[in-house]
C-alpha cells in the first residue's frame, strides 16, 4: 500500500496478557518511529529505529515493552504482562531517512485496552 | 527538558470564523516547529512547518509564523470550514534528539 499500515487496529487484551503490534511502514522508509498515544494527550514518543538499528529507547517506559525490526521493514512492538495503564493508541510512524527531512508518515495507530 | 503547550480544547466555531489556536515552545536551541492535524479515524497528517525564526508556514488557508521573541507559533486560518474539524496538535524538532515532540492536541468542532 501507499501508507503506514498498522495491525491489529484494536485490540483487547485482558491484564497480564502479551500482545504484539505490527507496523508496515511505507516502502523504502528507512526511519521508523513509536508513539503512545494517550486518552486527550499528544503522542509521546517510544522508540526508533533506522534500518534495523534501534537507536532510541528511551522512551519505552518499562522492561515490559520491547520492539523490533529484525529486516529493516516491518517492526513490531510486543508488550508483556500487560498493564490497564498500556491502554492507549499506539501510533507508528516512518520517514525516508532520518526526521531530519522533517516530515513524518504516521499509520492509523492501534488502540489497545486492557481491561 | 524540550517542550509543548498548546491551548485546551474542545474548540467550537462556527462556519467562517477566524481561529487562533496558540502554540508556545520551550527548547534549548533553534527547533523546528510544526502543526499536525488529526481527522477522525486517520493517521496524523503534517499540516505546516517552519524551520527557522520568523518563517511562515501555510497549506490549506492555515498559517503560522515562527516568532523566536515569544517562542509561539501560534495557528491560524481567516475562515473556517466544517471540514476542518480535526484535533491539532503542534510540534518541534530539535536536531540533536531526531525526534518530534508533541503537544496534547487542541480539538477543533466547526459547526455548519
Known amino acids: 500500500g501507499a501508507g503506514v499500515s498498522q495491525s491489529p487496529r484494536y485490540k483487547v487484551a485482558k491484564r497480564g496478557q502479551d500482545v504484539a503490534l505490527r507496523c508496515d511502514p511505507i516502502?523504502?522508509?528507512?526511519?521508523l518511529f513509536w508513539y503512545q498515544q494517550a486518552l486527550g494527550q499528544g503522542p509521546e514518543f517510544l522508540t526508533y529505529?533506522?534500518?534495523?538499528?534501534?537507536?532510541?529507547k528511551s522512551g519505552l517506559p518499562s522492561d515490559r515493552f520491547f520492539a523490533e525490526r529484525p529486516e529493516g521493514s516491518v517492526s513490531t512492538l510486543k508488550i508483556q504482562r500487560t498493564q490497564q495503564e498500556d491502554s492507549a493508541v499506539y501510533l507508528c510512524?516512518?520517514?525516508?531517512?532520518?526526521?531530519?527531512?522533517?516530515?513524518?508518515?504516521f499509520g492509523s495507530g492501534t488502540q489497545l485496552s486492557v481491561l | 527538558g524540550d517542550s509543548v503547550t498548546q491551548m485546551e480544547g474542545p474548540v467550537t466555531l462556527s462556519e467562517e470564523a477566524f481561529l487562533t489556536i496558540n502554540c508556545t515552545y520551550t527548547?534549548?536551541?533553534?527547533?523546528?516547529l510544526f502543526w499536525y492535524v488529526q481527522y477522525p479515524g486517520e493517521g496524523l497528517q503534517l499540516l505546516l512547518k517552519?524551520?527557522?525564526?520568523?518563517d511562515k508556514g501555510s497549506n490549506k488557508g492555515f498559517e503560522a509564523t515562527y516568532r523566536k521573541e515569544t517562542t509561539s507559533f501560534h495557528l491560524e486560518k481567516g475562515s473556517v470550514q466544517v471540514s476542518d474539524s480535526a484535533v491539532y496538535f503542534c510540534?518541534?524538532?530539535?536536531?540533536?534528539?531526531?525526534?518530534?515532540?508533541f503537544g496534547k492536541g487542541t480539538r477543533l468542532h466547526i459547526l455548519p
Open positions: 510512524a516512518s520517514s525516508l531517512v532520518g526526521v531530519s527531512n522533517e516530515k513524518l508518515f
Open positions: 516502502s523504502g522508509h528507512v526511519s
Open positions: 529505529f533506522q534500518n534495523e538499528a534501534q537507536l532510541d
Open positions: 527548547a534549548t536551541g533553534y527547533p523546528s
Open positions: 517552519a524551520t527557522k525564526a520568523d
Open positions: 510540534a518541534l524538532y530539535m536536531n540533536r534528539d531526531d525526534k518530534i515532540i
